[in-house]
């Protein structure tokens, strides 16, 4: 329905809600030992997501009587509606189980690779912990503008409006270049200054200039992957992140355990490099 604010609203209510029961339940049962750590995780997400649901769902029953404007035929929840909600149901638990797997092996990896069982979770926390979130956090941005362009790309591919679809897909490339670019470098160049501003230590900042240069793949990747749930091609998308994930926990058995922690980069470079060229292929296709 194009109302943002409203969801936007709830998103960041269920950070809020999140960091902020994780915090006292962590306060709470930190004493306990890891196990309890680990429920006060997992029990300030669960809250969250059921408070953030109860939000959201009271929001919608206060708009339904604008959401009456939208009359769906009879085959609509028969037909249409399941053709996307099936196939996109399937894809993502099979996508969850692998990425499960995926971050149970990267650990692993490191430990047949000569490390002990702290070393290797040391080295797993060291990019995936540190070296990553802070690569990723300016791309919050990106995320936040490519959620909106799905309803967008959406109206112009109903209306079959291919003009406006490509029109419309360069400008937003072309701008998601520029940010993740001018990114790439500043996270190279002011890597220590970051690394020590976020973490109090430099240990990090190695990493971070190692992973500059794929930031424009990381961030772009994800316009595209919006774009295309636009044009309706939910399920490409999720087939090319199961590929991925496949070929990247083959990399994993195979580079981890040989040469460690570069090889878990490496990995990591195959990966956005598969995912953004998949994805910007089909892209291609699909606006033909």
Request: with cysteine.
């Amino acid at each position: 329905m194009r109302n943002t604010v409203k969801p936007a609203t709830d998103q960041i209510l269920e950070q809020i809600m999140k960091v902020t029961l994780i915090s006292l339940l962590l306060n709470y049962f930190m004493p306990c030992g890891l196990e309890y750590i680990c429920i006060s995780l997992i029990l300030g997400n669960i809250i969250s997501e059921i408070l953030s649901f109860i939000f959201i769902y009271t929001l919608y029953k206060f708009d339904k009587r604008e959401l009456q404007r939208f009359k769906p035929s009879k085959d609509f929840f028969e037909k249409r509606l399941l053709k996307i909600t099936i196939p996109v149901g399937l894809t993502s638990f099979i996508r969850s189980g692998l990425s499960t797997i995926k971050q149970v092996l990267i650990p692993l990896g490191f430990e047949k690779n000569g490390n002990t069982y702290n070393q290797a979770l040391s080295n797993y926390g060291l990019i995936s912990g540190m070296a990553l979130p802070l690569v990723l956090f300016p791309n919050i941005i990106i995320l936040a503008f490519s959620g909106l362009l799905i309803p967008e790309f959406s109206a112009f591919n109903t209306r079959h409006e291919t003009k406006r679809i490509i029109k419309n897909a360069k400008k937003v490339l072309k701008y998601s270049l520029y940010f993740s670019t001018i990114t790439a470098i500043l996270l190279f160049i002011f890597a220590n200054e970051f690394s020590y501003f976020m973490y109090k230590t430099t240990s990090v900042s190695l990493y971070v200039k190692i992973l500059a240069p794929i930031v424009p793949f990381m961030y772009i990747d994800s316009v595209v992957d919006a774009i295309l749930r636009g044009l309706n091609k939910h399920v490409e998308v999720l087939k090319i992140n199961i590929l991925d994930l496949v070929s990247s926990i083959i990399l994993i058995l195979i580079l981890i355990p040989k040469i460690g922690i570069w090889g878990y980069i490496g990995m990591i470079y195959y990966s956005e490099m598969l995912n953004f060229c998949l994805s910007y292929k089909t892209l291609a296709r699909a606006i033909k």
